[in-house]
T-cell receptor
Framework: EPEVTQTPSHQVTQMGQEVILRCVPI?????FYWYRQILGQKVEFLVS????????KSEIFDDQFSVERPDGSNFTLKIRSTKLEDSAMYFC????????????FGPGTRLTVT | GENVEQHPSTLSVQEGDSAVIKCTYS??????FPWYKQELGKGPQLIID???NVGEKKDQRIAVTLNKTAKHFSLHITETQPEDSAVYFC???????????WGAGTKLIIKP
C-alpha cells in the first residue's frame, strides 16, 4: 500500500540554524500539507501546497518557513533560523485530488531545537 | 475560525467493552470529519471518516455518527481489543480550504 515517507525521523539542531524536513508524497497525489504538533498540544495546520505554489498558510507559517517541491518528488519544509519554540513533531500529509477529502500522513519528523 | 473540542482526554475500558469518543465543532460550514489513530512513534492513520450528507458510517467494529444540527460527531469502537490502544484524534474541514482542524486527542487504554 502506498504511503507517505518522511526524513529524517529525528533532527536535533541548534537555535538559529536552518533545517530542511523532507517528505515523499504518495505518487499520484496532488495536494500536500505540513502540520506540526508541539508536545502536549493539538496538531496544527501550517501550509498547503498545490501546483507548485502555496494554497493556504496559517499564522504560524511566517517568513522563517518555506516549502518547495524542487524535483517533482520530494516536498520540503525549510525553517531558516530555528527557535526553541519550533521544537515539535512535523507531519507531512497528502491528498489525491480536488474532490477527494482524505489526507494521508507520514510518520513525522521530531525536531528538537537546543 | 473553526474550533474542535474532543472528550474525554483519556478513556480506559475493559477489553471487549465499547468505547465512545465525542467531538464538537463550531463552524457550520465544516463538512468533512475524519478520525485518526496514532500509535506511539507513528503518524496519524486515517481509520474512518464521514461527510456532512451522511448521519452514520460503519466499518466493522468502528462507527462514526454525525449530528449536524448539534455540531457533534462521535467515534464508536465495539468489542475493543488490546491493539485498539492508541491516541485517537477527530478533525474537521470544509471545501473552501480542506485544512484539517484537530481535536486535542483521546488516549484510549484497553485493560486486559
Amino acid at each position: 500500500e502506498p504511503e507517505v515517507t518522511q526524513t529524517p525521523s529525528h533532527q536535533v539542531t541548534q537555535m538559529g540554524q536552518e533545517v530542511i524536513l523532507r517528505c515523499v508524497p504518495i505518487s499520484n497525489h496532488l495536494y500536500f500539507y505540513w502540520y506540526r504538533q508541539i508536545l502536549g498540544q493539538k496538531v496544527e495546520f501550517l501550509v498547503s501546497f498545490y501546483n507548485n505554489e502555496i494554497s493556504e498558510k496559517s499564522e504560524i507559517f511566517d517568513d522563517q518557513f518555506s516549502v518547495e517541491r524542487p524535483d517533482g518528488s520530494n516536498f520540503t519544509l525549510k525553517i531558516r533560523s530555528t527557535k526553541l519554540e519550533d521544537s515539535a513533531m512535523y507531519f507531512c500529509a497528502t491528498r489525491l485530488a480536488r474532490v477527494s477529502y482524505e489526507q494521508y500522513f507520514g510518520p513525522g519528523t521530531r525536531l528538537t531545537v537546543t | 475560525g473553526e474550533n474542535v473540542e474532543q472528550h474525554p482526554s483519556t478513556l480506559s475500558v475493559q477489553e471487549g467493552d465499547s468505547a465512545v469518543i465525542k467531538c464538537t465543532y463550531s463552524d457550520s460550514a465544516s463538512n468533512y470529519f475524519p478520525w485518526y489513530k496514532q500509535e506511539l512513534g507513528k503518524g496519524p492513520q486515517l481509520i474512518i471518516d464521514i461527510r456532512s450528507n451522511v448521519g452514520e458510517k460503519k466499518d466493522q467494529r468502528i462507527a462514526v455518527t454525525l449530528n449536524k444540527t448539534a455540531k457533534h460527531f462521535s467515534l464508536h469502537i465495539t468489542e475493543t481489543q488490546p491493539e485498539d490502544s492508541a491516541v485517537y484524534f477527530c478533525a474537521a474541514s470544509k471545501d473552501s480550504n480542506y485544512q484539517l482542524i484537530w481535536g486535542a486527542g483521546t488516549k484510549l487504554i484497553i485493560k486486559p
